[in-house]
């Protein structure tokens, strides 16, 4: 399997090298200075800037000398923060999840085959577990990112699969065929099971929620101690996580 990186394209790297290039402390840089910054040669970052420039990645800035970031950008963040609105209206439902089964939960997305949590809701227990915002976990070993496993492409689960999968404890799975039996499951009964697989003495169970066209847009978790979250209360904890999901799946138009 050949490193994702051996499909870059050099002009397209060079570009994002350019973006990069500015920051709070150099909000503008003159064309020398991004060439030396980035290590190309002057005329290679012209052609790359112009590029850039054309289609607004790009800006002069007001005396025409120096370059800034372009307004284009803008339009693209918030294509990415529009993804984000699922946090504002999950959030009362996953709040009034968490207070009725006193126990943690959180909310995630998919983001280059990592589970990337965005809000997350404690619990009032003493020992208490759940996920901090921001925080990447692996799909194969966790709750969360199995519901996104279970709902993909079989080819591209399958390629994820083919991939050294690093346990984190003795009870994760790293067989590909065994986790996609365990997918098939997933598939079949709505929900997901983390049984100590990320983390000894911790179970989580999780759900998928649906945008308007069926497609998984993010998940909802329970974890919490095995002390807690004993294997009989399971059953009953899925029922009432999955019509959590399913309230938050009808706000984005699933209907089912």
Partial sequence: MRDQSDYNV?????????????????????????????GLHKAT?????????????????ADGLRYKLGIRLVDLGFNVTRRMDVRREALPYI???AKQLDEAVDLSLLDQMQVLYIEMIQSHHALTIAATVGRRLPAYCTASGKVFLAH??????????????????????????AILQQLKTIQEQGYSIDEEE?????????????????????????????SRLEKRRIPEMAVELMQTTSAISRRFGFMK
């Fill in 10 to 38: 050099r002009a397209v790297e060079r570009a994002i090298q350019i973006l990069n290039s500015f920051d709070d402390d150099h909000p503008e840089r003159g064309i020398s200075e991004i060439s030396e910054v980035v």
């Fill in 152 to 177: 993909m492409p079989l080819e591209q689960v399958k390629e994820y699969l083919s991939k050294p999968l690093i346990p984190t404890t003795k009870n994760t799975i790293t067989d590909p065929e």
């Fill in 45 to 61: 970052t012209h052609r790359i800037l112009t590029t850039l420039l054309n289609n607004g990645l790009i800006e002069r800035s």
């Fill in 95 to 97: 709040s009034q999840l």
């Fill in 198 to 226: 990320m983390e000894l003495g911790v179970r989580a169970i999780a759900a998928p929620i649906y945008n308007q066209k069926g497609r998984v847009m993010a998940a909802v978790s329970i974890p919490g101690p095995i």
